[in-house]
């Protein structure tokens, strides 16, 4: 190939995708130009001898990198430019970066065995944590020892005389405790059951025959019945006219059910409502 015909192969490299840059192309195109000039064809031995004195080395595709300069033979121009050009030489010359010093290092597996107790540790000590607050939120909840005092109610049955009545309040209800006389335990056992509006026998709502616990509060709606009046001789409900014998059970009226047993324990002459 002659001088001429490398020169017009290198102005139309300008036109190529191998400039990438403003600055390189403003060189290809100004190169370009002074290779339009009129050159005088120089023998190779001439072109051979100036590319060896200016180190003019050829790529792998024939791009020309010129590292300093060429003054050629017979031609009208001289370029003195440095050029360069991005264009890669071949597809076995791409160098990846070294990332190694980036990279995380790989973790120590000698040290798992701490790393589980560790993790079971919290688990345990959490678990107790949390056993002692659900503990202590529970027995908040529960009544304290005052409260748990008026739940319970405590008589000296010495004090009620045999035929009497007495009243006590418990958990801001009233209590009829009835001492009854051997007449008015055999009169309670001498009722026919099958009779009754709600059947149950005397020995069923009593746990001594001679004294009798119960709610004071008629089942109708609620009211307070007087003691030792009525048609029976035991109790009447002035707000609707129900009456109850002298083991608290209906007799006549509205209430649908006898008189309430609440829970009591007799221990000798004391008694314990609740």
């Known amino acids: 190939m002659s001088f001429t015909n490398a020169v017009k192969s290198s102005a139309s490299l300008a036109n190529k995708t191998f400039v990438t840059t403003p600055q390189e192309a403003q060189i290809w195109s100004k190169f370009s130009k002074q290779a339009s000039l009129k050159l005088t064809p120089a023998k190779p031995a001439v072109l051979s001898a100036a590319a060896r004195k200016q180190n003019v080395k050829l790529g792998a595709f024939g791009h020309q990198i010129f590292k300093t300069g060429i003054t050629a033979t017979n031609a009208s121009f001289n370029y003195q430019t440095r050029l360069s050009s991005n264009y890669a030489a071949g597809s076995g010359t791409t ?145 609707h006219g129900s009456h109850y014998d002298i083991s608290g059970r209906i007799r006549k009226g509205p209430a649908p059910l006898n008189l309430e047993i609440p829970q009591y324990e007799i221990d000798g002459d004391q008694l314990v409502i609740g």
């Open 95 to 239: 160098q990846v970066p070294d990332f190694s010093d980036y990279r995380k290092e790989s973790g120590d597996y000698t040290n798992r065995n701490l790393a589980y107790f560790m993790v079971g540790s919290t688990g345990f000590i959490s678990a107790a944590v949390a056993k002692n607050s659900v503990h202590e939120f529970l027995t908040n909840l529960s009544a304290s020892a005052d409260v748990l005092a008026m739940a319970k109610a405590e008589v000296d049955l010495t004090t009620i005389p045999e035929g009497k009545n007495v009243i006590v309040k418990w958990r801001g209800k009233p209590v009829f405790i009835r001492h009854r006389t051997q007449a008015e335990i055999n009169e309670a056992n001498n009722v026919n059951i099958a009779a009754l509006r709600d059947p149950q026998t005397d020995a069923d709502r009593t746990k001594q025959p001679e004294w009798l616990v119960m709610l004071g509060i008629c089942t109708h709606l609620g009211c307070v019945p007087v003691g030792e009046s009525g048609e029976f001789g035991g109790w009447y409900c002035p707000c």
